[in-house]
C-alpha cells in the first residue's frame, strides 16, 4: 500500500476480519458474511464506505457496510488506490456499457441488462437499458447510500436518457431498506414502451410491470423456441407478457396457450401478438394457476407437442429449497406427462439456490416419475447481458433444458 492511498483509507472505518475468514476476498469473492466479522473498528451508517482488513490489520478491499443484512459487507474493489465516489462509478459503467455494446450491435438490441450487481462490479445495482429508459434496482444498503453518486456518474454519460426508479423489491426490507419507486429524471415512461428483441417488437410496462418491468435475462431461450415449434401445438407456462408465445408463431407453431394468474400480463400478451401482426386466432390466453390447470388438461386428456415451463423464483432461502424441489419436480412431471412422443420440454429454474446439477436431477426424477424417457438437448442460461463473474458463481441463476420426450 502507497502512503497516499493510506492516507485515503485511514478515514474510513475498518471492518476487522476474523482470523483465517479473509480467504474467500483472496478469491475476490465480493460478500463478507457476520460471521467473518470480528469487529467493526470506527462508526459506520447502513450502507458506508468501509475497509475491510484481515486479523492482522491487512487491507483487503473496499465496500459497503449492511449492518442490518447477514451480508454484513459488499466489496466496490480491491483496490486500494480507488475512492468509491461518481468517478468510480463512471468507470464501471463504461467498462460494463463496452460489452453491453458489443452484444446491441451484434444481436440488434436496444434492451438490455446495463449493470448485472456483482458480476459488472457494483453489488446491489441492477440497472436495465429499455430504449431511451434506465430502470434502476438498488438492492442493497451501500447501493442505496451511493444513490446520489450513481446517479450523477449517469447523467453524465447519458445525458439523453430519462431515469426511473423500482427498488421496490422486497430483498431491501433484508437490508434495512424502505421500498421506493418513481421518476428520477428525463421522460416519464409510456404506459408501455415497445423494445426490440429478435425481430420481435414486445410492449413493457416500466412503471407497474414485474422486476424492471421485463424478464430481458430470458431473450436467447425465447428466440431457441423457434427451432421447435413449427406446425406443433404450445403450451406457455407461466407466460407473463407473452414474450415465449411471440416467438412461437413467429417460428410457426399451429398453437400456443399462454398461461398466467396475471390479467394484466396476459393482456399485454395479446397486444403482443397483434403488434406483431401475427394471427391470433393462433393464440389462447388462460387466466389460471398452472398447477391446477396442468392437472386439469391431465384429467381432460389433453395432449401438447412443446411445453414452456418458465416459472417465477421458488425458493428465496437455503430453507425452501427442500419444499421448491418438490414444486419444480411437480409441475415438470404434469408437463411431461401432458406430452406427445417426439415433443419437447422446454423448462426453467431462475432460482439461484438451484443449481444446474439439481435442477438436471429434479428434471430426471420428473420423467421416471411421469414414467417417460426423455433426452437433454439443449442447455440455456441468463442471457450474456447477465454475464457471470468468475468469482461469484452465484450470479448464474438462470438455467434450463430443452428435453425431447421419447
Ligand atoms: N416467461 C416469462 C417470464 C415468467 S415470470 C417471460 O418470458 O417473460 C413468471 C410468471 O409466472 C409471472 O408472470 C407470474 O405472474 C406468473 N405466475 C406465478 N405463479 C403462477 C402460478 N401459480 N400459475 C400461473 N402463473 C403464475
Not at 67 to 91: G, K, L
Not at 108 to 120: H, P, T, V
Not at 173 to 191: A, I, M, N, S
Not at 315 to 339: F, H, P, S
Amino acid at each position: 500500500m502507497t502512503a497516499s492511498t493510506h492516507t485515503q483509507s485511514a478515514a474510513l472505518p475498518r471492518v476487522v476480519l476474523a482470523k483465517g475468514r479473509e480467504k474467500s476476498l483472496l478469491r475476490r469473492h465480493p460478500w463478507v458474511f457476520s460471521g467473518a466479522v470480528a469487529r467493526l473498528e470506527g462508526k459506520a451508517r447502513s450502507g458506508e464506505t468501509v475497509d475491510i482488513v484481515d486479523h492482522q490489520g491487512k487491507w483487503l478491499a473496499r465496500g459497503a457496510w449492511s449492518p442490518a443484512s447477514q451480508i454484513r459487507a459488499r466489496v466496490w474493489t480491491f483496490d486500494a488506490a480507488e475512492a468509491i465516489d461518481t468517478a468510480f462509478f463512471i468507470r464501471r459503467l463504461e467498462r460494463a456499457q463496452q460489452w453491453r455494446n458489443e452484444l446491441a450491435e451484434r444481436d440488434n438490441l436496444n434492451s438490455y441488462r446495463l449493470i448485472a450487481g456483482e458480476s459488472d462490479g457494483l453489488p446491489g445495482v441492477t440497472i436495465d437499458r429499455f430504449g431511451p429508459f434506465l430502470v434502476l434496482q438498488l438492492l442493497s444498503a451501500g447501493a442505496e447510500y451511493q444513490r446520489a453518486a450513481l446517479l450523477s456518474a449517469l447523467q453524465t454519460l447519458y445525458p439523453d436518457s430519462s431515469i426511473y426508479d423500482r427498488s421496490d423489491v422486497a430483498v431491501r426490507k433484508k437490508e434495512g431498506l424502505e421500498l421506493t419507486h418513481g421518476p428520477v429524471c428525463g421522460e416519464l415512461p409510456p404506459d408501455l414502451l415497445p423494445i426490440e428483441e429478435h425481430g420481435m417488437q414486445l410492449l413493457v410496462d416500466i412503471r407497474h410491470g414485474h422486476k424492471t418491468g421485463y424478464y430481458l435475462d430470458q431473450r436467447d431461450s425465447r428466440y431457441a423456441t423457434r427451432r421447435y415449434v413449427t406446425n406443433r401445438r404450445v403450451l406457455n407456462c407461466f407466460s407473463y407478457t407473452g414474450g415465449f408465445a411471440v416467438s412461437a408463431l413467429m417460428g410457426s407453431c399451429s398453437q400456443v396457450i399462454s398461461v398466467d394468474t396475471s390479467q394484466e400480463a396476459l393482456d399485454i400478451a395479446r397486444q403482443n401478438v397483434e403488434l406483431n401482426g401475427l394471427d391470433l386466432q393462433k393464440a389462447q390466453f388462460v387466466r389460471d394457476d398452472v398447477f391446477k390447470l396442468l392437472r386439469k388438461y391431465r384429467d381432460d386428456g389433453e395432449k401438447f407437442d412443446v411445453i414452456i415451463m418458465d416459472p417465477p423464483k421458488f425458493v428465496e432461502n437455503k430453507g425452501q429449497l427442500a419444499g421448491a424441489c418438490r414444486g419444480y419436480k411437480d409441475i415438470n412431471m404434469l408437463a411431461i406427462q401432458l406430452l406427445n412422443p417426439g415433443g419437447t420440454l422446454l423448462t426453467f429454474s431462475c432460482s439461484g439456490l438451484m443449481t444446474s446439477d439439481l435442477f438436471q436431477k429434479i428434471v430426471a426424477d420428473a420423467a421416471l416419475d411421469a414414467g417417460r424417457d426423455i433426452q437433454l438437448i439443449e442447455q440455456f442460461r441468463q442471457a450474456a447481458d447477465h454475464p457471470v463473474i468468475a468469482s461469484y458463481p452465484e450470479g448464474l441463476y438462470l438455467k434450463g433444458f430443452a428435453c425431447r420426450i421419447m
